[in-house]
């Protein structure tokens, strides 16, 4: 089983990661590292809606990817801005889909939509992360 960290980025804008399980369960730790990073930067405002993408961000990447974890990273790249991202083992991207009232899944990314002010997929070498920026001074 992949062992899970936290740690604080050395240099650069500040940031958190942690690699977890491809688990249902891992959306819980990802919200609290989503918590756990808006407090010590002062965003607590920003906190349920960042809650509520990362489980989004997560809850695809452990329904739709490949491979036996994920990597979430909660980032801060200019005071007040966050960005939150989920790296996962698959290349195809995420796909916004409509859903109607008897669906019981895809909204996800509509919601993601909602809450952030941007997001997208950036492709990688065994994979992609697939993120969101949120702004603290965003008109709800």
Sequence with gaps: MPQSMTRAHPIGHPG???????????AATA???VR????????REMAEDAVLVVSELAGNA???AEGRTIRVTVERPVPGRVRIS??????????????DARDENGRGLVLVTALAGDWGTTPLPTGKA??????GRRDG
Excluded at 16 to 26: A, I, K, V, W
């Design 130 to 135: 697939v993120w969101a920026e949120m702004d």
């Design 31 to 33: 919200r609290r590292l």
């Design 62 to 64: 452990v329904r739709h």
């Design 86 to 99: 989920v790296t996962d083992g698959s290349k195809v991207p995420p796909e916004p889909r409509r859903a």
């Design 16 to 26: 958190y990661h942690e690699t977890l399980p491809r688990s249902p369960e891992s």
């Design 36 to 43: 756990l990073a808006l407090t010590a930067w002062g965003l």
